[in-house]
């Protein structure tokens, strides 16, 4: 597959050639609801929790006498049929996460940057540099057409680019390391450099 590179002022600098192997597989929607689940459920934080019968603040003194009531039999005010009773098997602060394979998370990070290169929204950016003036780069981005993009750049970010690009709103900048399938899906574009092709085809190879 092959795709023309741009700069931000919008003029080509060339072409590039992507290997079909991560950018031309016919994107699976359950591999990448299975990584997505993964992801998400691995960074919920887990800290739900309910007071247990054992943990409420109550007398442990019997209700009332055992018989002659005409009630049923109750010893403690603790009881979840109780108002203010403890929670009966509520939620209790655990991790969410689980296992999932490392070739089926790599399997989705390739079916999502396919996906993309297949909707048209890939593009290929020659160098993610700027003079570090948010003006000018959100000015770049405004006549590019990119409203929610994410840009993948190389092993690192330039410390410039990123300082720009902090405040204009719906875009986000991630080295290669970073790149992740939660992140590039739920963005309209895809924005990789040069730098960021070669550093994801090393890592998927």
Excluded: C
């Amino acid at each position: 597959m092959k795709l023309d590179v741009i700069k931000l002022d919008g003029e080509t600098a060339g072409s590039v050639d992507l290997g079909d192997e991560i950018f031309g597989l016919e994107p699976r929607a359950d591999i990448l609801h299975r990584v997505v689940r993964w992801q998400r459920n691995k960074a919920m934080a887990g800290t739900h929790s309910t007071l247990g019968r054992s943990e409420v603040s109550y007398s442990t003194k019997k209700i009332y006498r055992q018989k002659g009531t005409g009630g049923a039999r109750h010893g403690s005010r603790k009881a979840p049929i109780f108002r203010k009773g403890g929670i009966y098997k509520g939620p209790v602060p655990r991790s969410h996460a689980h296992e999932l394979p490392k070739k089926v998370r790599q399997l989705g990070l390739k079916h999502a940057l396919s996906a993309k290169a297949r909707e048209g929204n890939l593009v290929i950016l020659d160098a993610a540099e700027s003079d570090g003036k948010t003006k000018s780069l959100a000015a770049a981005v405004k006549n590019l057409g990119w409203k929610r993009a994410l840009i993948i750049d190389g092993a690192s970010v330039n410390e410039d680019f990123l300082r720009a690009a902090a405040n204009i709103e719906g875009l986000d900048i991630l080295p290669s390391m970073g790149a992740n399938v939660y992140d590039i899906l739920k963005r309209d574009t895809l924005v990789i450099t040069k730098a960021g092709i070669e550093a994801l085809e090393a890592r998927l190879k």
